[in-house]
């Protein structure tokens, strides 16, 4: 392996817990600005903010760790602009670890506008169409600027994860870049810098490819490791083979991350392959149309039949739009547009997946995660 300083009292991950009938774990990742239990969810504030929520929300509903997005934030307002603003935990008024995208998801979202070279990517802004050019030592400087605990290496994600030429090529990209990434975050000081580098695997829906590149990428002695190229287009059999064919055979006394991945089935199937870390937009954006997770069932707040409904939204549920309100003023504020409806089912959504999480701790714990599933997926996922 190459000495890239993962070993650092600031970044150090402790496995407590491993359950004897699948890779399911449960941990602590330590960071310079506080602990994570894990398995762990992070919520998305791609441009400094998890929609609808304030930090102080976001630690009541059970967050500790929330991730931002490099390619926006260069965008509005600037790494230098928050730079000068104290760095991006200031910026955002919050006191925990925050994960930094490297914009390698947008090398997929945006594909129609970006173009990709061995060098880098030159993509045409969402803002007002100037060229933004990313390469990998530009994306680690950004994100030495935006101040996160943990950067993500620069990667580039396959437009269709089941053609096997462009996923080779993509892959072969991805860890050329790493290097790329690894030797100048090593400039700027490694975890010296106060900041820890993740690589990222990638290989498609090809389980050789996926495992060649957990090979490439763990070369590299990073405090954490990423599976990324999932959910973009295939389907869950294809899903559940790459995160199969990689988490497993990721680094055990480092954090696995697996990147943009975020329902309940979705969460037990990962864990049980050994994955400790996710993040998605699932619950915020969900709530902002009407969606909400219960312990009964997914509602859509929209539906007539809870126009007189005096019932809290979920009666297990400790949050505030259930410990306060009826599923009837709850709709009455989703159907009329007003503004609380979404930010109170954002609320409930975010706490609703932080119970989840800390449930799947403790039952990993006991040994019984498999228990926990059959208890709660089946009535969670249902639709009402």
Known sequence: ??????????????????????????GRFTTPHGVVPTPAFMPVGT????????????????????????????????????????????????????????????????????????????FRSIVDGAEVRFTPERVIDIQAKLGADVIMAFDHVPPD??????????????????????????????????????????GGAFE???????????????????VGGVSVGEDREAMLLAVGASAPLLPEDKPRYLMGIGTPIDFFDAVERGIDLFDCVT??????????????????????VWRADPRPLDPDCDCPACSRFSRGFLRHLCVTGEMLGPILLTLHNLRAFHRLMAKMRTAIAEDRLSALRAEVIEPMMRRL
């Not at 050789?208 to 990423?226: E, N, Q, T, W």
């Open 1 to 26: 392996m190459a000495a890239d300083q993962s070993q650092d009292e600031r970044f150090h991950f402790a496995l407590e817990h491993r359950s004897s009938a699948t890779h399911a774990r449960a």
């Open 47 to 122: 441009r400094g903010t998890v929609k609808g929520a304030l930090p102080r929300d976001l630690s009541e509903a059970g967050a500790t760790m929330i991730l931002a997005n490099t390619y926006h934030l260069h965008l509005r307002p600037g790494e230098d602009v928050i730079e000068t603003l104290g760095g991006l935990h200031r910026f955002m008024g919050w006191d925990g670890p925050i994960l930094t995208d490297s914009g390698g998801y947008q090398v997929f979202s945006l594909g129609a506008t970006c173009r990709v070279d061995d060098e880098g990517v030159s």
């Open 161 to 202: 994860p089941t053609h096997r030429r462009d996923v080779i090529a993509a892959t072969d990209r991805t860890h050329r870049w790493l290097e790329r990434c690894a030797t100048r975050w090593r400039e700027r000081g490694g975890l010296d810098s106060g900041q820890a580098l993740f690589g990222i695997v990638q």
């Open 208 to 226: 050789d490819l996926r495992r060649a590149s957990v090979d490439a990428v763990c070369a590299h002695d990073f405090a954490g490791y990423a």
């Open 283 to 304: 619950p915020t954006r969900h709530a902002r149309t009407a969606q909400a997770y219960t312990s009964q069932g997914r509602m859509n707040l929209r539906n007539q």
